[in-house]
C-alpha cells in the first residue's frame, strides 16, 4: 500500500514539475500577430513612391492615347490626300502608318511590363524591410512567433471582408499581442531617418 503512494506522489511530482517547466517554455516562447497590409498602407515611403509609379502610369497613357489620336489623325488625312488609293506612293505611305502602329504598340506594352515589374519590385523590398524590422523586433522582445492578420473589422454585406475573416490565421488575441502599431512607427522611423537631415535611434 505505502508502494503505490509512493509511486503515486513521485508520479504527482514528476506531473507538476513537467507542467512548471511547460508553463516555463510557453512563457518564453511568446505569440505576436501583425496586420500587413495596414503595414504597406501606412509606409510613407512606400505609398510615396507606389504615387510616383501611378502617376507616371496615368501619364503614359495619356500620351499614348494622344499618339494613337494622332496617327489616326494622319490616316484619316492620307484618306482624304490626292494620293490615290493602290499607288506605289499611297502604299508606302500605308506601310509606314502600320509600322508606327505596330511599334507603338510593342513600346506600349514593353513600358507597362517595366512598370510593373517595378511596382513588384516596390512591393518586395518593402516586404523584406518590413520583415527585417519585425524580426529585430521579436529578438528584442523574446518573441518566437508572428502570425499575419487583418485588423480590418467584418461587414456583413461584403463577401469579400467575410472571407478574409473565416480564412484567417487568428481567431482570438488580446491587444498586447498585436505589434502592427510599433512595427509601423519603426518603418516610418527609418524612413525618416534615410532623408537629409533624418536621424534614426538605436
Do not use: W
Not at 499618339?67 to 499607288?87: F, K, N
Request: a positive charge.
Amino acid at each position: 500500500m505505502k508502494t503505490k503512494r509512493r509511486i503515486a506522489t513521485i508520479l504527482t511530482v514528476l506531473t507538476v514539475t513537467a507542467l512548471i517547466n511547460l508553463s516555463s517554455v510557453s512563457a518564453q516562447q511568446k505569440v505576436a500577430i501583425v496586420d500587413i497590409p495596414l503595414i504597406f498602407k501606412s509606409h510613407v515611403t512606400f505609398g510615396q513612391r507606389l504615387d510616383g509609379l501611378k502617376t507616371e502610369a496615368e501619364n503614359f497613357k495619356m500620351e499614348s492615347m494622344n499618339a494613337q489620336q494622332r496617327l489616326m489623325t494622319t490616316a484619316q488625312q492620307l484618306e482624304q490626300s490626292d494620293i490615290q488609293p493602290g499607288t506605289a506612293e499611297f502604299k508606302r505611305e500605308e506601310t509606314a502608318l502600320a509600322q508606327q502602329a505596330a511599334k507603338m504598340e510593342v513600346d506600349q506594352k514593353d513600358t507597362m511590363r517595366g512598370l510593373m515589374q517595378r511596382e513588384a519590385q516596390l512591393h518586395y523590398q518593402t516586404y523584406r524591410s518590413v520583415n527585417e524590422v519585425i524580426q529585430q523586433y521579436c529578438e528584442r522582445n523574446n518573441i518566437a512567433l508572428v502570425l499575419k492578420f487583418n485588423r480590418a473589422e467584418i461587414d456583413p454585406a461584403n463577401p469579400r471582408t467575410v472571407m478574409q475573416k473565416v480564412n484567417g490565421n487568428v481567431i482570438y488575441h488580446v491587444p498586447q499581442n498585436d505589434i502592427t502599431d510599433q512595427i509601423i512607427a519603426r518603418v516610418n522611423q527609418i524612413a525618416a531617418a534615410q532623408n537629409p537631415g533624418g536621424t534614426l535611434q538605436k
